[in-house]
């Protein structure tokens, strides 16, 4: 029994202390198989304890060494994330075009997954970038698309997919945040390509449930003044428009012209006409009497002349005209629905306090009776909370920690049961008196009082096998926790008032 306490003893301690190990955290993660088990060997050759995780495509290691051997391993091009790295790796020299273009296209897939890896919500990604080749003689040329699959630890708002969709369209020539698709890893489509990031199919949803929020939670902090904390409960239902719409408008007006083209001609028209020389030639010029006027035969003939100036002026006017192009995305607000419970009391409220309240949660929420908005204020008393709602000390506490206490409490368990096992066993109180009354017990010699007032026989004095085997059966009784307390005193009580019949039903137990 030595033997076995001790083993049992040593057992427990090895399983209570620390481990020298210290707890194991991931130190990669998503590898390949061949890079995980490359990045084993590696840690194996170095002395350093490791695990792979049972799919073979994450490697764990000491928490405490995380930061140095990733460190180790990035020095030896060993993270199992594929980068720009891969470009140091391959030799310029004698690689061929399509080479070096798929080399870069996996370079710049692996640093936008590490860039979009680093935010809060994403646990792991991966990016496939298509860029078409340029054909030399033609005619349209295709755009480069992307997909992004990402892990998440959470629900991504519309803002991260956004982000990452422009993140990876910045990073890519020729690629359009519309182009790039984005899916979860339960294979929900987060952003679909062609659409615009304000059309997206989640938006209607979000923008839902972010109107609904910010109405309750203006509908109670504005009432819990005024009927006490806990006791305003809201719920608000809106309707909001799925649909996205495209206006355009073009205004003209007539009050404000503006010369919009303004043409000027000017012609100026000179005409002459005349005879140069000497003067006109007659008849009677020509008789042999005639004489000639106007001395030297000269003189001047007819002369008529003309001069014309126009001058003409065109002059368009135009209206202002204002043209307007509206997109609307999905998330107008078509009708609001709200129910509002105020805890009353048993009485209740009067009616006038009600409408008031009704008035002031109307005002808060933008009541429109023309899209059609209900409000209905209702008093009513409150169940009582649940007492037994309280947490426990162990609800604040790690899934670790509270393993790590109940290997103690196991621990300590089994500590004391053994304890018990090895303490040497004292017979009940009133086992002295059933003894007493066996045969031979009052002619025993001097007795001793033992531990709890029991009467034990003197050193050397003779005990009967009754008596032995009754000490026995007493003994494993109480080590198995099968007789009480109580049950022995009234036993104890019975057999002092009457020895006689005690003494005669004992041997008969001992005789069957």
Not at 90 to 103: D, I, M, V, Y
Not at 406 to 414: D, G, P, Y
């Amino acid at each position: 029994m030595g033997a076995v306490a001790a083993a049992l003893f040593a057992g427990l301690i090895w399983l209570a202390l620390p481990s020298t190990v210290g707890p194991m955290g991931y130190l990669f993660t998503d590898l390949d198989p061949s890079s995980a088990q490359g990045i084993a060997d590696r840690l194996q050759a170095d002395g350093v304890p490791h695990q792979l995780s049972p799919d073979g495509t994450a490697v764990l290691a000491p928490q405490s060494r995380l930061a140095e051997l990733r460190m180790s391993l990035a020095s030896s091009r060993m993270g199992g994330k594929i980068g720009y790295d891969v470009l140091d790796s391959e030799q310029s020299f004698g690689l061929s075009p399509a080479r070096e273009k798929l080399n870069e296209t996996r370079a710049i897939e692996g640093e936008l997954a590490r860039s979009v890896q680093s935010l809060q919500n994403v646990h792991a990604a991966r990016i496939h970038i298509v860029m078409p080749d340029r054909e030399l003689f033609a005619t349209q040329t295709r755009g480069a698309t992307a997909a992004v699959t990402v892990k998440t630890l959470g629900r991504l708002s519309n803002e991260n997919v956004q982000a990452i969709r422009y993140l990876v369209a910045s990073a890519v020539p020729e690629l359009s945040p519309d182009a790039v698709s984005v899916i979860d890893q339960t294979g929900a489509l987060l952003a679909r390509a062609g659409e615009t990031g304000a059309g997206g199919a989640g938006d209607a949803d979000e923008k839902q449930q972010q109107v609904e929020a910010k109405l309750r939670q203006q509908i109670e902090s504005l009432l819990e003044p005024i009927v006490g904390a806990g006791k305003v409960r809201a719920e608000v239902a809106a309707v909001i428009d799925r649909d996205q719409t495209r206006e355009e408008a073009s205004v003209v007006d007539p009050d404000k012209q503006a010369i919009a083209k303004q043409v000027t001609v000017e012609s100026n028209d000179q005409d002459q006409q005349g005879v140069a020389g000497g003067a006109a030639t007659s008849v009677s010029q020509q008789l042999p009497d005639a004489q000639v006027t106007g001395g030297g035969g000269g003189g001047s003939g007819d002369q008529r002349g003309s001069a014309r100036t126009e001058t003409s002026e065109d002059t368009t006017y135009e209206n202002s005209r204002t043209s307007t192009v509206k997109i609307r995305p999905p998330g107008d607000v078509k009708r609001l629905t709200v129910a509002v419970m105020v805890d009353g009391g048993a009485q209740g409220l009067p009616a006038a306090q009600v409408e008031r309240l009704k008035g002031l949660v109307q005002n808060a929420v933008g009541f429109d009776s023309q899209r059609g908005d209900s409000i209905v204020v209702e008093a009513m008393k409150f169940a009582p909370a649940d007492a037994g709602a309280e947490q426990s000390f162990l609800s604040n506490l790690a899934t670790d920690q509270i393993f790590s206490v109940l290997k103690v409490l196991v621990v300590a368990a089994i500590a004391f049961f053994a304890m018990r096992m090895l303490r040497p066993s004292a017979l009940p109180e009133g086992a002295a008196r059933v003894l007493s009354a066996l045969p031979g017990a009052q002619s025993a010699g001097s007795a001793i009082e033992g531990p709890g007032g029991l009467a034990l026989a003197a050193p050397g004095t003779e005990r009967g096998p009754a008596a032995v085997m009754l000490d026995q059966e007493i003994a494993l009784a109480e080590v198995d926790g099968k007789l009480k307390a109580s049950a022995i005193k009234r036993i104890g009580e019975t057999v002092a008032a009457s020895p006689a019949e005690a003494t005669s039903v004992v041997r008969q137990w001992m005789s069957n």
